[in-house]
């Protein structure tokens, strides 16, 4: 019989047991939608592993990770090449969490994993609504005759949730159409106060890792110039502590396109503090 020790691959200052945890990470490596640079589907591995150059502290939140007590109950795995099912088996593993009374934590991946999330997410929670970060609109209805693309991920949720329920920031890329969109239902916000609409719901937030500057977050798959540096996104968070999150995600990291390594680790300490607010 082996003694060890033996290293962790799982994420640092996890709680080993699921049922006394609050919040479940959930690994989500799929981008079979990906648009321009494939690769998301690498980052939660090479997050949990980037996780262990991070202390368990922040001292923004003044909070430890085992603070949050959260599990993580790593990847799923998925069938390539199928969309749909692999949708399916997101939002099935979500509905798990939520039914057994905790949320999720999802890290992706490419952004339409949020999509299953949210479905999952509103059949608990019927006044829920989306804070929104990223680069990019993610309005459109189709993209190159494909419904189901991570660049059609919010317009699609706005039809779950409500688009008076979304607030987006960040946004610096989409069609015209898209913009339109946002300017006609008010979800484009570029102050705090634009948050506080949302106090009396429940929340559910999403970060594509574009929404900051590809000279802090060069590894994804659509960089996008014009972005948050790192503490301005960290900024947004620490209003948003006081709100009622009820789960979220961190998608598109893409690291092999940063082969320094620093933005898988700047993805892993948005994760982090994250995690504190929730």
């Known amino acids: 019989m ?3 020790p033996f290293l962790d691959r799982n994420w ?6 699921y049922l006394s945890a609050d919040i479940v990470m959930l690994g989500l490596p799929f981008d079979g939608t990906v648009s321009y640079r494939s690769g998301s589907r690498f980052a939660p591995e090479q997050i949990r592993l980037a996780s262990w150059g991070l ?13 949050v007590n959260f599990h993580d109950a790593g990847d799923l795995e998925f069938p390539l090449g199928n969309t749909y099912k692999s949708l399916d088996i997101i939002e099935q593993n979500v509905e798990d969490i939520y039914k057994d009374g905790k949320r999720v934590f999802g ?19 019927k006044d829920l609504a989306i804070v929104h970060f990223d680069a990019h609109t993610d309005l459109r209805e189709e ?9 059609a991920v919010i317009r699609h949720a706005s039809k779950i949730v409500g688009a008076e329920n979304i607030k987006q920031i960040g946004i610096r890329s989409g069609m015209k159409e898209e913009w339109d969109f946002m300017h006609k239902h ?18 559910f937030v999403t970060v594509d890792l574009d929404v900051l500057d590809p000279s802090v977050m060069s590894g994804t798959g659509t960089p996008e110039a014009g972005g948050f540096t790192f503490n301005g996104l960290i900024d947004w968070f620490e209003y948003l502590k006081d709100f009622d999150i009820v789960g979220a995600d961190v998608v598109e990291l893409a690291p092999d ?7 898988t680790a700047v993805a892993t300490k948005v994760i982090r503090e994250l995690l504190m607010i929730m």
Do not use: C
Request: hydrophobic share 30%; glycine share 10%.
């Open 107 to 125: 890290i992706g991946g490419e952004h339409l994993v949020t999509l299953p999330e949210i479905k999952a997410v509103s059949k608990f929670h």
């Open 143 to 151: 993209y190159l005759g494909e419904e189901m693309s991570h660049s």
């Open 55 to 67: 202390e368990d502290y922040s001292p923004r939140f003044n909070k430890h990770l085992q603070d």
């Open 2 to 4: 082996l003694s060890g």
């Open 12 to 17: 640092i200052g996890q709680n080993e047991d």
């Open 186 to 203: 008010g979800t484009l916000i570029n102050e705090f106060s634009g948050l506080d609409v949302l106090k009396s719901k429940k929340v």
């Open 257 to 263: 396109y940063d082969t320094s390594g620093v933005s």
